[in-house]
């Protein structure tokens, strides 16, 4: 069964911490997003990548940094925790289509999401 | 720039109604992608459907069907006969061609009560 698993389903920091959230795939995906989550906002793209070492900003990507070091494990970082960060953070994968030189219609598997708080 | 819009922030039925979600989008684009994930209690977001720009024939899955209107650039979905397990709240989403960024609707949360 094809899998986004993300470390922690809950956390708590306090302001000024530095925070990972950390994202691993197992269905050797090519592209690997960071989305947050706000009540009325849906969902938001912060980061995104393509690649192993790759990463593209996306909507909303102040305050956060991001990593890929390896093709499975894909990293969001809060340099400096502040609490206009608590929110529910989704990491997804997809793969780029067969043949094609771009990803645009694959469809994003998602993990359960990481409830982060910040007091 | 794209737009997602679900207008109905909630919606609550009784068991066995239909209820359709509403998804209104905008793009400058003349190829795109269309797609409808739902988020149960879990968390965890579940793809149901992915239609292009040029396919405007309607789908159904079982109690799911979706309509795709270009001419009012609707992609609404249809829940026939609902059941508790389809409570959740239900994104609608955006991409296009070329493109790798996915633009996500504010959702809608449906209750189903029994």
């Known amino acids: 069964d094809v899998k986004v698993t993300q470390s922690s389903r809950y956390l708590v920091k306090r302001t000024g911490e530095k925070v990972f959230l950390e994202c691993v795939q197992d269905?050797?995906?090519?592209?690997m997003f960071w989305y947050r989550q706000d009540p009325g906002l849906g969902l938001r793209l912060i980061y995104f990548?393509?690649?192993?070492?790759?990463?593209e900003k996306g909507d909303i990507p102040e305050g956060y940094s991001v990593s890929r070091e390896k093709k499975e494990r894909f990293s969001l970082i809060l340099e400096s925790a502040s609490t206009n960060q608590t929110s529910m953070y989704l990491c997804?994968?997809?793969?780029?289509?067969?043949?094609?030189?771009?990803?645009?219609?694959?469809?994003?598997?998602f993990g359960s999401g990481t409830q982060l708080s910040v007091l | 720039a794209q737009k997602v819009t679900q207008a109905q922030t909630e919606i609550s039925v009784v068991e066995k109604e239909d209820v359709t979600l509403d998804c209104v989008y905008g793009?400058?684009?003349?190829?795109?992608?269309l797609f409808w994930y739902k988020q149960p209690p879990s968390g965890e977001l579940v793809f149901l459907i992915r239609?292009?720009?040029?396919?405007?024939q309607n789908e159904i899955s079982g109690r799911y069907s979706w309509n795709f209107q270009k001419s009012t650039s609707s992609f609404n979905f249809t829940i026939t006969a609902s059941q508790v397990v389809d409570s959740a709240v239900y994104f609608c989403?955006?991409?296009?061609?070329?493109?790798?960024?996915?633009?996500f609707g504010a959702g809608t949360r449906l209750f189903v009560k029994a």
């Open positions: 793009t400058r684009d003349t190829t795109y992608y």
């Open positions: 269905m050797d995906h090519e592209n």
């Open positions: 990548s393509y690649d192993v070492k790759m990463k």
């Open positions: 239609r292009n720009s040029f396919d405007e």
């Open positions: 989403a955006l991409r296009n061609t070329g493109g790798f960024k996915t633009i």
């Open positions: 997804a994968s997809s793969r780029p289509l067969a043949g094609a030189a771009s990803s645009s219609n694959e469809k994003l598997f």
